[in-house]
């Protein structure tokens, strides 16, 4: 019999007890065993734990928001304090327009919209890709992102007619979904 099959209830550590259930000593004795020493098995199991529940609490934080907001020719720094809620995309031809929803500190709703060229349809395979043949590509104004505007929403509610009904769906997922899933993959 080892010393941990003796000690069976308790791990003696010089300030601290910590109770070990007969089902968890072999898993105790295991880590013991890999790392050397159970005292190191057990702060590198510690490490990893916080690490973990340090990320998933940052996920959920709220933290400073900063984009760029076009008014007329002059573009400028809106900053806020929220959380990332969903990027949503609506593809036109050949232009994109790109929303981020984001949940404030005070328990409104942001969206940040930006109106801009769809990069990802001129990198079709095709030589003969389309995009090239479109007239509305040869223009300068396509190479440029057209707007670039922030929009305050007291709540989902109002949100009704203003955005796509898409985007309305996915927020209220995203708010009332978990903002970190474990997954024991």
Request: glycine share 8%; proline share 5%; net charge negative.
């Amino acid at each position: 019999m080892t010393l941990w099959t003796n000690m069976r209830m308790l791990m003696c550590m010089p300030t601290r007890n910590v109770y070990v259930s007969d089902a968890d000593l072999p898993v105790f004795e295991r880590a013991a065993e890999i790392a050397g020493a159970l005292s190191t098995a057990v702060a590198a199991g510690l490490r990893l734990y916080v690490d973990q529940q340090e990320r998933a609490r940052k996920k959920g934080e709220m933290r400073t928001v900063e984009l760029e907001v076009q008014d007329g020719a002059v573009v400028m720094t809106k900053r806020f304090i929220g959380r990332s809620l969903v990027r949503y995309e609506i593809r036109d031809g050949v232009r994109m327009l790109g929303y981020r929803a984001y949940a404030t500190e005070r328990g409104q709703i942001a969206v940040h919209i930006s109106n801009g060229p769809d990069w990802g349809a001129l990198a079709s395979p095709a030589e003969n890709n389309p995009v090239w043949e479109n007239p509305s590509t040869w223009n300068s104004d396509w190479w440029s992102t057209s707007e670039r505007s922030l929009r305050v929403f007291p709540d989902l509610a109002s949100m009704a007619g203003e955005v796509p009904d898409g985007l309305i769906d996915a927020v209220r997922q995203a708010l009332e979904g978990p903002v970190v899933e474990d997954l024991d993959i």
